[in-house]
């Protein structure tokens, strides 16, 4: 999106749903109904007068999400704060708004809801989906250039990295290390490759994502292209796709369901949910796969990319076959699956079903320190 001036793009941050921000500065849901936790603190959430959501503390003193991020950042470090945010967002607009000077219908339309967790959910709304905006100011091979400097695989099957540990992802396949890689200035970030398709099926490098372990925030490489994270090929023996919002949730959700032969791993950003169904199309069309699994957050813009996947998927539906089998593309089953117990997404439901964090996540060594020492 466009952003006018920066009064605008304040704006957008403090009418954005402010729990849209509070998982990447690290906040979680608490037992309360809009109440966040982090460590010892927790603080309530609401939407006050002009649209502004706004947070108060355990001391009653109230505030922004530009309050949360300026905590985080430094007090009076608005810049810094304001590039935080933006991270987090991804540089897109929320789905669910819009920068207009249109006056605001009195009836707009409602969000779509949660939805009970079973495998066979309904997503509530089904939207239009949205042409891709691709930023040109860095070329594909730039992109990849990019990813690669400064940045170490994760060659080491015994090494598991800070951030892994702290997401209580204890055990990542080898499979899926090889779509990743590990920040070489030893902060514990990882970094993960966003893919684009090309119109003629190509896949090409896009830009990356890193998430990063102080803050627990997103960074989004300056320059980079809309894409699609994915743990995908051949090398992978199981039929099943799995779509997310974000490659942990996808990790997280498989280390939740473990399966021997593997899946196949897909994380997309917004506006990206038809090119990620087109490249899961590529990889039915290779019989690789017969089941996609729609993992998305389970809130309003997480059930809004579950709807726009879904409808995608039944573009070009095989309709020589019969009843439920037609409903989507050559036949597959495919499915919304919420998280369990009412959590927002399945990183939540893995930390919830997980006691303890290893203590290797409190050391001080440099996690790349110990790579480079199982490496010798």
């Known amino acids: 999106m466009t952003i006018d001036n920066a009064k605008t793009e304040l704006d957008l941050f403090k009418t ?7 998982p990447s500065l690290g906040w979680h849901p608490a037992k309360v109904k809009d109440a966040f936790q982090k460590d010892n603190e927790i603080i309530a959430t609401f939407k006050g007068r002009g649209g502004v959501y706004r947070f108060k503390d355990e001391n009653k003193t109230f505030g922004t999400i530009l309050d949360l991020a300026l905590r985080e950042v430094g007090l009076g470090k608005f810049g810094d704060a304001r590039r935080l945010l933006r991270s987090i967002l991804g540089n897109t607009e929320p789905e669910n708004l819009s920068i207009s000077t249109a006056p605001k219908s009195q009836n707009p339309s409602p969000s779509p809801s949660p939805v009970l967790s079973t495998e066979s959910s309904p997503v509530s709304t089904v939207l239009k989906s949205e042409p891709i905006i ?12 990019a990813f690669e400097c400064g940045s170490l695989p994760w060659t080491t099957p015994e090494f598991l990295p800070r951030l892994m540990l702290l997401r209580c ?30 119109d003629g099926g190509e896949i090409v490098h896009g830009g990356h994502e890193t998430v990063v372990l ?19 090929g051949p090398h992978i023996g199981g039929r099943t796709a799995v779509v997310g919002e974000s490659p942990i949730d996808v990790l997280s959700y498989d280390a939740l369901h473990p399966c021997d032969e593997g899946r196949h791993l897909f994380a997309l950003r917004s506006g990206t949910e038809v090119m990620c169904i087109d490249m899961i199309r ?22 809004t990319y579950a709807g726009k996947a879904l409808t995608r998927l039944q ?5 020589t076959q019969i ?16 998280p369990y117990d009412g959590h927002e997404d399945w990183n939540d439901v893995l930390k919830a079903n997980t006691s303890s964090v290893l203590h290797e996540a409190d050391t001080n060594i440099s996690p790349h320190q110990e790579q480079h020492e199982a490496m010798r």
């Open 16 to 22: 954005t749903p402010i729990r849209t921000f509070l």
């Open 134 to 145: 691709e930023n040109k100011k860095v070329s594909y091979d730039e992109a990849l250039a």
């Open 169 to 198: 992802l204890t055990s990542v396949s080898e499979m899926h290390r090889g779509s990743m890689r590990l920040s070489g200035s030893g902060s514990g970030n990882i970094r993960f490759p966003y893919c684009v398709r090309l």
């Open 214 to 232: 102080h803050g627990g925030g997103k960074r989004y490489a300056r320059g980079a292209h809309n894409g699609v994270w994915r743990s995908s």
């Open 282 to 303: 590529d990889i039915i069309d290779q019989d690789l796969i017969d089941t996609v699994i729609i993992v998305t957050d389970n809130d309003p813009a997480g059930l």
């Open 315 to 319: 573009v070009g539906r095989d309709k």
């Open 323 to 338: 009843g439920s089998a037609r409903t989507y593309y050559q036949g597959i089953r495919a499915y919304y699956h919420a």
